[in-house]
């Protein structure tokens, strides 16, 4: 059973550009979650998708940023217009149905490591 | 809202050396506890998880165990290897949320 994938692995964009990241759950997951690690910092969330919907986006930044998860394919977050800021490593999450009862458990994929130049 | 204080690092043993990583959590009820392990290059890894208090979570010869008392959930080892060099994340799951709530990490390195 492969684990969360995630790619690219690396990616590098210039200001100004667009960065898409994806990210594929394990098999028989529908919860997919997003984190950003700055450097020096722990991960903080971002967004919280199932199939099809936004369940939790307090973690996103107003503007630029978005994220979805398509009935087929993985899930994306989209990063416009990037800014130097934005250099982080991006992770991706994902836990089975029925998580929230009793305990949370997420398995993460190896990130996306994003500079911006 | 709830958080998660870890131990600033970096933390150098030499090998066979004892480990202690500390946790403190704020949180309102009660919440799920995790340590997470992250290898040079790579993704986090659950290494143990205690859902309850007085739980004790244990894997790879590590060992944790959640006190509501002190919210603490903090990190041992009894004897370190080269190949435990990594960076700890404590973190935390609240009784109705979503995300994990994760510390700063705390770097470990191990000598020969």
């Known amino acids: 059973n492969a684990g969360v994938m995630q790619n690219p692995r690396h990616l590098v964009r210039r200001r100004g550009q667009e960065a898409r990241l994806r990210c594929s759950p394990m098999?028989?997951?529908?919860?997919v979650y997003w984190y950003r690690q700055l450097p020096e910092e722990g991960l903080k969330f971002m967004v919280y998708?199932?199939?099809?919907?936004?369940i939790d986006e307090s973690g996103m930044p107003k503007e630029r940023f978005s994220a979805e998860f398509p009935k087929e394919g993985p899930s994306i977050l989209r990063i416009q217009q990037v800014v130097r800021g934005d250099s982080a490593a991006y992770f991706c999450?994902?836990?089975?149905?029925?998580w929230g009862k009793g305990y949370n458990e997420q398995f993460f994929g190896p990130g996306t490591r994003l500079t911006v130049l | 809202g709830d958080s998660v204080t870890q131990m600033e690092g970096p933390v150098t043993l030499s090998e066979e050396a004892c480990l202690t990583i500390n946790c403190t959590y704020t949180a309102t009820g009660y919440p799920s506890l995790f340590w997470y392990v992250q290898y040079p290059g790579e993704g986090l890894q659950l290494l143990l998880k205690?859902?309850?208090?007085?739980d004790k979570g244990s894997n790879k010869g590590f060992e944790a165990t959640y006190r509501k008392e002190t919210t603490s959930f903090h990190l041992e080892k009894g004897s370190v290897q080269v190949s435990d060099s990594a960076v700890y994340f404590c973190?935390?799951?609240?009784?109705?949320?979503?995300?994990?709530?994760f510390g700063k990490g705390t770097t470990l390195s191990v000598s020969s």
């Open positions: 999450a994902s836990s089975p149905p029925g």
């Open positions: 973190a935390l799951s609240g009784q109705a949320g979503t995300a994990l709530i």
């Open positions: 998708l199932q199939k099809e919907n936004i």
């Open positions: 098999k028989g997951h529908s919860h």
């Open positions: 205690a859902t309850k208090a007085d």
